[in-house]
């Protein structure tokens, strides 16, 4: 059984750039959300989707939007890239009911901004 | 907004040494998890917590919830270089949405 599978591993961008990161959920899960950890921090919440649909948002701009694909994988884009988006983004999936759910996370993909 | 504060922020200690790490919350939680990280890696799941005055373990970390549901603590017991890493505190806020403590960084000399 496959875990969370995210690509690519590592990624290097120049600023005003875009770029978009994939990730596969764990077989079973429907809700993929994105988090992004900067170096020395806790990862912050950037966005969650199920059946396709944003479904809650943290504190990030414009520039940070994402898609689900009818197989539950998922897409973060990032456009007009900053040197401050550099970071691990980090996906995790989730099964889609409520309540206390524990995620399951990818390895994670290291964008550096240049 | 809710957040979680950890403490302390790194750790160094020598290997067969016991540690405890901190999560304090500045509401209520209704789960605490625990989480560790190799550096530059994802996350892996330890241990949740939901109920007042909860205890588990595993292997040799056990963590606790306090009976206000505020703070946690994680204790390791005869620590090994295998525990080195980032442990990471987390709650979920709203029906959807996690948030994390900033991890302290362990490392266990050999």
């Known amino acids: 059984d496959a875990g969370v599978t995210q690509s690519p591993t590592h990624l290097i961008k120049t600023r005003g750039q875009q770029v978009t990161l994939r990730c596969s959920p764990k077989?079973?899960?429907?809700?993929v959300s994105w988090y992004q950890q900067a170096l020395g921090q806790g990862p912050q919440f950037i966005f969650q989707?199920?059946?396709?649909?944003?479904?809650q948002r943290g504190n990030f701009p414009d520039r940070f939007s994402g898609h689900q694909f009818p197989n539950y994988s998922s897409e973060l884009n990032v456009n007009a890239l900053l040197l401050g988006d550099s970071a691990l983004y980090l996906c995790?999936?989730?099964?889609?009911?409520?309540?206390?759910?524990?995620?399951?996370f990818g390895s994670g993909t290291q964008l550096s901004v240049l | 907004s809710q957040e979680l504060e950890q403490s302390p922020q790194s750790l160094i200690v020598q290997e067969g040494k016991n540690l405890t790490i901190n999560c304090t919350s500045s509401?209520?939680?209704?789960?605490l998890y625990w989480y560790k990280q190799k550096y530059g890696e994802g996350l892996i799941f330890l241990m949740m917590?939901?109920?007042?005055?909860e205890e588990k373990s595993h292997e040799k970390i056990t963590a606790k919830l306090d009976e206000k549901k505020q703070q946690s603590s994680l204790h390791i017991t005869a620590s090994q270089p295998s525990h080195a890493g980032i442990y990471l505190c987390?709650?979920?806020?709203?029906?959807?949405?996690?948030?994390f403590g900033t991890g302290t960084r362990l490392k266990v000399l050999a």
């Open positions: 995790a999936s989730s099964p889609g009911n409520r309540g206390q759910v524990k995620l399951f």
């Open positions: 077989s079973g899960h429907d809700t």
């Open positions: 989707y199920y059946e396709e649909e944003e479904r």
């Open positions: 509401k209520t939680l209704y789960g």
């Open positions: 917590l939901q109920k007042g005055g």
């Open positions: 987390g709650a979920q806020t709203g029906t959807y949405k996690y948030i």
